[in-house]
């Protein structure tokens, strides 16, 4: 029997039909039997419904749908919305932001600041003017013998073999400081003698110099002072800092101590370079000398002048020139070692002479090795004397 019971369009199931149907703009839902307005229209729309269930799309991130259009919250970049704080340059959002950079691109086509100096570079990210000083080789906590054994060839007196603990981790600067870079962090330069340019190491600079230069550095990089120095350029004084105990407790830049050095040097070797033992007919300028000429610049190889630094091959752990080359002053005054064991040593607490370590183009074999030690007068300056940079790790 055909039946229409709740059914106003569609089949009665029997082949009849259900009056009345649908109007214009409806349709028939032939399971309900009911007439349903469903006219899908996204047309002008790209968000939201279209009014029958379906959507008209999504808006992306940081865009709100406003009667189906999607609307930029902040700013509208060539149809890609900028976040607050952001404008739009040359099609892409972007903060055009200085604050607290003197160098480089704000980010949105201006320039920062005025530009760095002779021998800076711009860090981008930063934007602060840096000094390129080199790279930095870190190095952790150890005990080793410092010094030399009674047979070893070449040996002087004052290197008496002893335990040493070394208890904090340091980084060194894997080169000598080099001429160029003393010259962008000073404002003055030093003589080049021979000629040998801005990539060889510093010379013919004094003590007081160097310390001074190492707090230049930690001024340029954030860090507190490790020495209390008054006057400036080649007559400046300086004197290790009072407000540390040790020069290990200053968390800025400093001149290594003689332990922070050779430990450097030996590079965990326990030879008299880190490319084995000289020989007793190899310890003055003999030539060629197969274990130093590979890796010291000595009276042997030199030439008679500095070369430029890295030239040669590195010990284990990156570090160049610790041997020949130029002499390099230590932290430390001089005085003899102790006998016995000894942890964080710094040398006596006062003296009239610096250490000085790892020999130099003009000085023979003997000079070039690990345990080999000389001092100087802090005020000195030696055309075969420069320097590189420590600082105690955290």
Not at 50 to 75: K, N, R, T
Not at 110 to 136: A, I, K, L, P, R
Not at 332 to 361: A, C, K
Request: with cysteine.
């Amino acid at each position: 029997m055909p039946d229409c019971t709740g059914r106003v369009c569609g089949l009665d199931g029997c082949g009849g039909t259900c009056l009345p149907g649908c109007g214009v703009g409806e349709t028939c839902d032939e399971t309900s039997g009911q007439c349903e307005v469903c006219t899908p229209d996204c047309d002008g729309r790209e968000c939201g419904s279209d009014g029958c269930g379906a959507s008209c799309g999504d808006c992306l991130a940081d865009a709100s749908c406003v009667d189906g259009i999607c609307v930029c919250d902040f700013v509208d970049c060539d149809g890609i919305c900028c976040v607050s704080g952001e404008i739009c340059y040359a099609g892409s959002c972007c903060s055009a932001d200085c604050a607290g950079r003197d160098c480089g691109s704000d980010g949105c086509g201006g320039t920062c600041g005025v530009g760095c100096g002779t021998g800076e570079t711009c860090d981008e990210t930063s934007g602060q003017c840096e000094v390129e000083v080199g790279e930095f080789v870190s190095i952790d906590p150890v005990s080793f013998e410092m010094g030399s054994p009674g047979g070893e060839a070449g040996r002087w007196s004052n290197e008496v073999q002893h335990t040493v603990s070394l208890t904090r981790s340091f980084t060194m600067l894997s080169t000598e400081l080099t001429l160029g870079a003393f010259e962008a962090l000073m404002g003055y330069s030093p003589p080049d003698h021979l000629g040998c340019g801005t990539d060889c190491p510093v010379e013919d600079v004094n003590w007081h110099e160097a310390a001074a230069c190492c707090n230049v550095l930690s001024a340029a990089e954030g860090f507190a002072s490790c020495y209390t120095c008054t006057g400036a350029g080649t007559a400046v004084d300086c004197e290790p800092a009072v407000a540390y105990a040790t020069p290990y407790d200053c968390p800025g830049y400093r001149l290594p101590t003689e332990a922070e050095w050779e430990y450097a040097a030996r590079a965990g070797t326990v030879t008299a370079t880190y490319n084995g033992d000289l020989d007793n007919r190899h310890v003055d300028c003999e030539y060629p000398n197969d274990v130093l000429d590979s890796i010291a610049w000595s009276c042997g190889n030199g030439g008679g002048k500095r070369h430029v630094v890295s030239a040669l091959t590195s010990n284990e752990w990156g570090l160049y020139d610790m041997l020949g080359n130029v002499w390099e002053w230590c932290h430390d005054w001089d005085g003899d070692y102790p006998t016995g064991s000894v942890e964080d040593p710094w040398g006596p607490t006062s003296g009239t002479l610096r250490s000085v370590r790892g020999g130099s183009w003009f000085n023979g074999a003997r000079s070039s090795r690990a345990a080999a030690r000389i001092s100087v007068d802090p005020a000195n300056r030696i055309i075969t004397l420069g320097f590189r940079f420590v600082r105690t790790l955290p």
